[in-house]
C-alpha cells in the first residue's frame, strides 16, 4: 500500500513538474503555438490565435463592420474563421486575459491575452452589446521591437474610453456562443457579449484621431505613465 502511494505521489509530483516547466517555457515566450492543450479542437484554436502574419489592405473583408458584428440573429454561420477585418469602435473596457491553454497557464501578465471589449456609441455600457478584440502575447513581442509598448496596462492607458481603428483576424470562439446575445439559448444575467465572432488576435491598433470628443472622453493618465506607449502599430 505504502509503495502505491508512494508512486502516486511521484506521478503527481511529474505533472506538476511538467506544468511549471511548460509556464516556465510561457514566461520567455517558448510556449508553442498549441499552448499546453491536450484537446486537439483546442489546441487547433490556440495555434489559430497563435497566427503573426499580418493582415493587408486586400485582406479586409469590408462587409465586417462593427454595426454588422451587432447584427440580431443567430450569427454563427455569418463570416468564416480567418478572414481579415478591420472596424471603427469605441474602446469601453481592456483587461488581462490571464492564464488559459494558450499562454501555457503562465502566471505573467506579459504571456497573458489583452482583452479589448468594443462598443459601437461611448454611451453603450451593456455588456451585452460588446465586441471582443485580442491582443496576444505574441504580438506583443512581435510589436515590441519596433518600441511600441502594448502591454496590458499601456493599452489601457493609451485607447480605454477612446475611439479606435482595430485590424485582425476574425475568429468565432465557440465557448462564448451560450454567453453571447446573439447565439444564446436563454437571454439572462450571464450575457457578456454581443457576438462569439472577435477580432484574434489584433494586428493593428491605432486612434481613430478625426472624432472631436477623444480627449474629452478619455480618463486623465497619471503623469509618467506609459510613456512608452504609441497611436499604432503593425508588425509583420
Known sequence: MARRIAFVSLLCAAALAGRALLAQGAATGDCPPGGDATKASLKQWNEATARLDDVSDDDVDDTVTMEALEEPGDDRLRWQDGEGVEITAFVIAVRDGGAASSNCHS?????HDTILELVPTQDMIDRAHRIHAVVTPRWRRAVAADRVDWSTGALRAHYLQRWVIVRGWLLFDSPAAAISLHTAGLLGPDLARASAWEIHP??????????LDQQAAAPSPLPGDYARSKTSSSAP
Open 107 to 111: 502566471a505573467r501578465s506579459a504571456d
Open 202 to 211: 489584433v494586428t493593428s491598433l491605432e486612434l481613430q484621431e478625426d472624432v
